[in-house]
């Protein structure tokens, strides 16, 4: 009788437990947008909890000056606009979480592409962020690059670029 309900329970909790979503990378677009191929169906992936600089330059709600500004940045640090591409490899496999239609995308360990984004000064942290998962991770990670003055941190961007605060 207990190995029956020792099995059975082994079992339900086999199929109950979430294996982890892996999926192939397909495509980088650029920093910001990604696209993954999960049993042949392609996602598009977007950092989770974030704003990229490639975010802040396609929203309509932001000037000239926040798109020249960026472009500004990635003319004088061409290695950050392709980061993506020279940190991520393509058709390789990663762990990957949907949530709010964006991508949390694990590259390095337990560490987010997000975190990563964050600590090279290529994003900020949307200021509505709720999740309390990854919420004081991001805000640790973006104020440490914040004082190293690490990549957006050492220009105007944050400054002019001023849509995405709202």
Not at 1 to 21: D, G, H, K, W, Y
Not at 83 to 108: D, G, P, T, W
Not at 119 to 141: C, H, P, W
Request: charged share 20%; with cysteine; glycine share 4%.
């Amino acid at each position: 009788m207990f190995r029956f309900l020792f099995t059975t329970f082994f079992f339900v909790n086999f199929l109950i437990a979430q294996e982890p979503s892996l999926a192939l990378l397909k495509t980088v677009y650029n920093n910001g947008f990604l696209v993954l191929e999960d049993n042949m169906q392609k996602l598009t992936c977007k950092p989770y909890g974030i704003y990229t600089l490639e975010d802040l330059f396609f929203n309509p709600k932001e000037n000239k000056s926040c798109q020249k500004a960026i472009v500004n940045f990635y003319n004088e640090n061409k290695a950050l606009e392709y980061f993506a591409l020279n940190s991520l490899h393509v058709n390789q496999m990663y762990h990957y979480e949907m949530r709010n239609n964006r991508c949390i995308l694990y590259v390095k360990g337990e560490m987010t592409y997000a975190e990563v984004l964050l600590k090279q000064g290529l994003a900020y942290v949307r200021q509505n962020m709720t999740d309390n998962e990854f919420k004081y991770s991001f805000f640790k990670i973006e104020k440490n690059a914040r004082y190293k003055r690490t990549g957006l941190w050492k220009t105007t961007i944050p400054f002019i670029c001023q849509a995405s605060q709202y």
